[in-house]
């Protein structure tokens, strides 16, 4: 897949998934604006990137003026915007009677109004050149976890504004689609990985038999992003070894 030309925004660029896709889309010849809360990382991961198709921008997705800077920075560096790719998320784990309030509203704020306000400024510019959105969601919003609610509220969410955003958006030529990963090996699910039991339980569950890397999820929103998926809109696709072919029953090998 080719993306010469084409101007590529990702937030969360600065770890797992987002660094992964944004080293991706920098590969396959695109401009890229990396975007996170952590300059640090974002300085680590664009510094191995060419120079003249590399922009980071210290961004909190969850605040209107940032994600505006964000975009108008890729604008008037890069001239446009073919994709941007709301992917920043932090997790919040528990029942509803164990989540505070203060976690509830700040998963809310970067997981699910992260991704309505990238949309919303990036629109305008999609717009000019027939460009794409791509979300994470997460089989957490297509499905529910135990003691996840509050992450597969958000994500749940996710999934629903991308079918309605791809709806609302398609005669303007603009498409929106969200991977749905189950377990990747990122940051974000380190304490996960660690723990041997957690892990045999995750491997019961998924028929391809490993969890996810950042580059297999990577793979699948360029695919989105790309003129090979030109009549796929509204999908939530998982990118999940199977976890979601499932129907919840315990799988078991024959004797
Ligand atoms: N790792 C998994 O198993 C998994 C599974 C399904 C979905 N996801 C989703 O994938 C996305 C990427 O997560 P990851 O697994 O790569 O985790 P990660 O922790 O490695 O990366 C998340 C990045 O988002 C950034 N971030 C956090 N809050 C932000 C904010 N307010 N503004 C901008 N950036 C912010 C972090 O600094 C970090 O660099 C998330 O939306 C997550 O919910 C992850």
Not at 95 to 101: E, G, I, M, Q
Not at 121 to 134: D, Y
Not at 173 to 183: D, M
Not at 197 to 220: N, Y
Request: with cysteine; hydrophobic share 45%.
């Amino acid at each position: 897949m080719k993306f010469d030309d084409k101007v590529v925004i990702v937030t969360g660029a600065g770890s797992g998934i987002g660094a992964a896709t944004a080293r991706a889309f920098s590969e396959a010849g695109a401009s890229v604006v990396l975007a996170d809360v952590d300059q640090q990382e974002l300085d680590d991961i664009a510094g191995k990137l060419p120079r003249d198709r590399t922009l980071t921008i210290r961004t909190d997705v969850s605040r209107a003026d940032d994600v505006d800077a964000m975009v108008k920075a890729a604008v008037d560096r890069f001239g446009g915007l073919d994709v941007i790719f709301n992917n920043a998320g932090i997790l919040v784990e528990g029942p509803v009677d164990k989540t505070s309030l203060d976690d509830w509203n700040r998963i809310v704020a970067v997981n699910l109004t992260g991704v309505f306000l990238g949309s919303k400024a990036a629109l305008p510019h999609l717009r000019e050149r027939k460009g794409c959105i791509v979300n994470t969601a997460s089989v957490s919003g297509l499905g529910g976890d135990l003691e996840m609610a509050a992450y597969d509220t958000v994500k749940g969410g996710v999934a629903n504004l991308t079918r309605a955003m791809a709806i609302d958006h398609g005669r303007a030529g603009v498409r929106v689609n969200a991977v749905c990963p189950s377990l990747t090996r990122t940051g974000m699910t380190e304490d996960m990985q660690d723990d041997e039991a957690t892990v045999k339980a995750f491997l019961d569950r998924i028929p391809l038999g490993r969890i996810g890397e950042p580059e297999d999820i990577a793979k699948v929103v360029l695919f989105l992003a790309s003129d090979y998926a030109g009549f796929v809109t509204g999908v939530n696709l998982p990118v999940d070894g199977g976890v979601t072919a499932s129907n919840g029953q315990p799988l078991f090998e024959n004797a």
